[in-house]
T-cell receptor, first 110, second 115 residues
Framework: RKEVEQDPGPFNVPEGATVAFNCTYSNSASQSFFWYRQDCRKEPKLLMSVYSSGNEDGRFTAQLNRASQYISLLIRDSKLSDSATYLCVVTRDSNYQLIWGAGTKLIIKP | DAGVIQSPRHEVTEMGQEVTLRCKPISGHDYLFWYRQTMMRGLELLIYFNNNVPIDDSGMPEDRFSAKMPNASFSTLKIQPSEPRDSAVYFC?????????????FGQGTRLTVV
């Protein structure tokens, strides 16, 4: 079993819809959590950190569920420009090494 | 700041040849990471440095791979001899410190094709 798992998708979503996807992690001692976005043939870029109380940044909401060991990303009023691969990242407890999920591909259709 | 700079952007080489990938991290960042990304395996950490010292190279696939960081502004990843299965996008990333909410900044990557 991979340490960080994501549904690879693709999620095909009409423009304006709300979409959510989860990421599960296996190490209960994981400390920090992030969502990165990667556009086709580009480098990953930080989308948002995920805090214990949940956090929101515009149309994006991130949640952390430590009991069930998953984080989620919710995108409201989706735009064509949201089409990308979303990578879930978790740190290990001992050395804060980043552990990457394989990514969820999102396609927003007009 | 120009961000993390990698060169070359694309590299096509024949099997058995030596390949050297280069990275200039963001000035002031003391962590540097080398990643490899393929469709099959996703993003894999190969090695990372702290203050120019290799900390964890457990992700380096085999002895054909080596990485150096002779100073705070330069790192190389070398593959010798290269094989077709090394074809991938290689990313370099840097970070200012290793704590919660730390952002890793990536270079644009080197797309390596070994034929």
């Amino acid at each position: 079993r991979k340490e960080v798992e994501q549904d690879p998708g693709p999620f095909n979503v009409p423009e304006g819809a709300t979409v959510a996807f989860n990421c599960t992690y296996s190490n209960s001692a994981s400390q920090s959590f992030f969502w990165y976005r990667q556009d086709c043939r580009k480098e990953p870029k930080l989308l948002m950190s995920v805090y214990s109380s949940g956090n929101e940044d515009g149309r994006f909401t991130a949640q952390l569920n430590r009991a069930s060991q998953y984080i989620s990303l919710l995108i409201r009023d989706s735009k064509l420009s949201d089409s990308a691969t979303y990578l879930c990242v978790v740190t290990r407890d001992s050395n804060y090494q980043l552990i990457w999920g394989a990514g969820t591909k999102l396609i927003i259709k007009p | 700041d120009a961000g993390v700079i990698q060169s070359p952007r694309h590299e096509v080489t024949e099997m058995g040849q030596e390949v050297t990938l280069r990275c200039k991290p963001i000035s002031g960042h003391d962590y540097l990471f080398w990643y490899r990304q393929t469709m099959m395996r996703g993003l894999e950490l190969l090695i990372y440095f702290n203050n120019n010292v290799p900390i964890d190279d457990s992700g380096m696939p085999e002895d054909r791979f080596s990485a150096k960081m002779p100073n705070a502004s330069f790192s190389t990843l070398k593959i010798q001899p290269s094989e077709p299965r090394d074809s991938a996008v290689y990313f370099c990333a840097s970070s200012s410190y290793w704590r919660a909410s730390t952002e890793a900044f990536f270079g644009q990557g080197t797309r390596l094709t070994v034929v």
